[in-house]
């Protein structure tokens, strides 16, 4: 199982950057051989002795460590967002398995991100790495689970890591199948066949939920499992959805914004994306053509967006082609 020591991947070669990954050999490990799996409160005490990094600290460690490979820098951005790791991976308790082993797969996400993030893009390291982090934890928790063996499709997964929750609002988390009226309900909600709810519901039942009542560990031995169930009234998974959601829609729209010329990137930005859109009289006072002219220029500008985001979507493999 991978915990906090394993290898942080190459570096970049800032030699020649279309050759990607080279010039460090990927020996890195964390110096302070962090284990989350080998006792889980000295572990959070230990993560809270990093310090949290600035934006400008963070931004000038990335530059050192995406043009130089400077490992120490990279470690610096690592330890420093351990904790984001562990607080993301506390709410993912209630799927039954070792809480230090979930939080290991998610250093290995973060690891994962801080070789991937680019500081030149403007986003700060945690917002970019609670992708990585969040999509490490769900695959170890579905590797972890026999039912994945045959769940492995988008709807599946969804009804994975919601369906305990709609449960819990509807208050029907006993054993046993649901009634049919929570089925439809769940069904609706998630945009899944009523039969994937019954099935999914059939084998999460049976994969060993426990008493809420039943010891897990603590202090003095006696802590309740329900005395670390984290409270679902921020919808943690929602607003990291929406996050990821967001950054993605940015991403996308900023690299079609490219093949736009000045004029469309122009008028595009005064009508549909300032916080006080432009009249088309005004555009066209400022370009000295017929309001009629500057509707034209901005339907063919908005067709051409479409296009590049969706060539853009489908390249990064968000959808099918």
Not at 58 to 76: I, N, P, Q, S, V
Not at 82 to 106: D, H, T
């Amino acid at each position: 199982m991978a915990d906090a020591k394993t290898t942080l991947p190459a570096g970049k070669d800032t030699t020649d950057p279309s050759k990607g990954d080279a010039a460090y050999t990927g020996n890195l490990s964390l110096s302070t051989a962090l284990s989350p799996e080998q006792g889980l409160n000295s572990y959070l005490q230990e993560i809270r002795k990093f310090p949290m990094l600035e934006r400008d600290e963070e931004f000038m460690l990335a530059k050192r460590w995406t043009e130089r490979g400077d490992t120490e820098a990279a470690e610096r951005m690592v330890t420093s967002h351990l904790r984001l790791v562990a607080k993301i991976a506390m709410g993912y308790r209630g799927y039954g398995l070792p809480i230090g082993e979930v939080i290991s797969e998610g250093n290995v996400g973060l690891m994962q991100a801080v070789k991937k993030f680019d500081p030149d893009k403007g986003f700060r390291l945690s917002t970019y790495a609670m992708w990585w982090i969040r999509a490490a934890i769900q695959e170890y928790v579905l590797r972890s689970w026999s039912l994945v063996k045959m769940g492995t499709t988008a709807a599946q997964k969804k009804l994975f890591f919601n369906l305990r929750r709609l449960k819990g609002e509807m208050k029907a988390v006993e054993d046993g199948d649901l009634t049919p009226e929570h089925v439809e309900k769940i069904a609706t909600t998630l945009n899944v066949k009523v039969d994937e709810v019954h099935s999914m519901n059939r084998r999460m039942s049976g994969g060993g939920d426990a008493s809420l009542n039943v010891t897990i560990g603590g202090d003095d031995g006696t802590a309740e499992w329900q005395e670390w169930l984290q409270d679902e009234a921020d919808s943690q998974e929602e607003e990291l959805g929406q996050s990821q959601e967001h950054d993605e829609r940015m991403e996308l729209l900023h690299e079609a914004m490219a093949d736009l010329n000045d004029r469309e990137r122009d008028i595009i930005m005064k009508r549909k994306l300032s916080d006080e859109p432009m009249t088309l009289e005004d555009l066209a006072g400022i370009y000295d053509v017929s309001r009629e002219r500057i509707r034209q220029i901005e339907g063919r500008a908005f067709e051409k967006l479409q296009e590049a985001m969706l060539a853009a979507t489908e390249a990064k493999g968000y959808i099918e082609g």
